[in-house]
């Protein structure tokens, strides 16, 4: 009898062992999933829409998209222009822009992107800015700084003499190549006078 409780012991005393290892993997498991819930976050690329699109609105702007996981998760927008120019599908979370957009009026939209569980009205994830850029399109001509700009120079000064300086500016993108760049050229008077392209 004595051999037989010393054997049950010896088998009991393995599983005992494995129980706390479970109960200690469940516990790095469950510390795993908490920390992978404060990880949750948002997920875009940058936003952007060309100005002056000419195709049938609405237009595709971008997705926002969350790494939750909740089958009443809804995507909302807030912000200025949120609910009119701007629309979110509650379900995707795909924008669209339901204007054709000016770069020359507004370079870009600052807007929130919220998700929340449609059932109850709480929030999944905090809210998170984002902003939406219109690309410019080289749709302005450059236009002079003032109606007329005067000049004087002396009789008999040599050849390459500065008479005058003008000014014409252009309201489109600097920072794309070509769209704001302004040349000059004389059109009346070529016989006399020349310009360069610094006016």
Known sequence: MSHLILLFSLFLAPAFADGGGQKSTQNLCSN?????????????????IKEEIDTPLPHHVGKITSSVRNNNAKYIIEGEYANTIFKVEETSGDVYAFERLDREK???YELTALIIDRTNNRSLERPSKFIIKVY???DNAPVFVQKVFN??????????????KVTAVDADDPTVSGHATVTYEVT?????????DSG
């Open 32 to 48: 795993d999933v908490s920390h992978k819930r404060q990880k949750r976050d948002w997920i875009w690329n940058q936003m952007h």
């Open 106 to 108: 507004k370079a870009e």
């Open 151 to 164: 000049g004087s120079v002396p009789e008999m000064s040599p050849v390459g003499t500065s008479v005058t």
């Open 188 to 196: 009346t008077g070529g016989e006399y006078f020349t310009i360069d």
């Open 136 to 138: 410019d399109i080289n």
